[in-house]
T-cell receptor, first 114, second 118 residues
Framework: KAGVTQTPRYLIKTRGQQVTLSCSPI?????VSWYQQTPGQGLQFLFE???????NKGNFPGRFSGRQFSNSRSEMNVSTLELGDSALYLC?????????????FGPGTRLTVT | AQTVTQSQPEMSVQEAETVTLSCTYD???????LFWYKQPPSRQMILVIR??????QNATENRFSVNFQKAAKSFSLKISDSQLGDAAMYFC???????????????FGKGTKLSVKP
């Protein structure tokens, strides 16, 4: 089985712009979670999608949004980028999202905001 | 709210030796899961080992084992016969067993960077 894929792997944007990141889960997985990783704050949960519905959301401003498609692929969008949004964005997929099922992580998208 | 603390930002071990990484957590829940994840320099996060809170027996996966002290809320990772490929960031993580709402996600510690000396 192919692993979790994320595109693009690297991205450079300017303050004020918006960005869309994509995540393709492992085939058959219906839950996709997104995490932001920074040196200062570490790994922080953004949101989780299951069957095209946002089921769980972390403590991030409304500039961060996401969606999930019928094939379980997920996108996250960040509008009005700020310098502090520079981070590694990781997505993780699991069968249903229940704690008994392992979360498999993708390689991440490195976003740099200048 | 649950928290996870890793008090060792960096650790170093000689190849073939044993090293223990520390993790403490805080929770009022009785149903939860604990994990150790490994993130090598290539950045792909990999699950190393997991422990269900209701299980008294410590989890073991080949050279990796945990010391789960539920009363003390401690969850350390022991790596035996360390190999060069073990060099990575190691994250301790907590996940509530109460799935749904704001409790279904992983809560990570800040990580421990492990170096392995040849």
């Amino acid at each position: 089985k192919a692993g979790v894929t994320q595109t693009p792997r690297y991205l450079i944007k300017t303050r004020g712009q918006q960005v869309t990141l994509s995540c393709s889960p492992i085939s058959g997985h219906r839950s996709v979670s997104w995490y932001q990783q920074t040196p200062g704050q570490g790994l922080q949960f953004l949101f989780e999608y299951f069957s095209e519905t946002q089921r769980n959301k972390g403590n991030f401003p409304g500039r961060f949004s996401g969606r999930q498609f019928s094939n379980s692929r997920s996108e996250m969008n960040v509008s009005t980028l700020e310098l502090g949004d520079s981070a590694l964005y990781l997505c993780a997929s699991s069968l249903t999202g229940a704690p008994t099922y392992e979360q498999y992580f993708g390689p991440g998208t490195r976003l740099t905001v200048t | 709210a649950q928290t996870v603390t890793q008090s060792q930002p960096e650790m170093s071990v000689q190849e073939a030796e044993t090293v223990t990484l520390s993790c403490t957590y805080d929770t009022s829940e009785s149903d939860y899961y604990l994990f150790w994840y490994k993130q090598p320099p290539s950045r792909q996060m990999i699950l190393v080992i997991r422990q269900e809170a209701y299980k008294q027996q410590n989890a073991t996966e080949n050279r990796f084992s945990v010391n789960f002290q539920k009363a003390a809320k401690s969850f350390s990772l022991k790596i035996s016969d360390s190999q060069l490929g073990d060099a990575a960031m190691y994250f301790c993580a907590y996940r509530s067993g109460n799935y749904g709402g704001s409790q279904g996600n992983l809560i990570f510690g800040k990580g421990t960077k492990l170096s392995v000396k040849p």
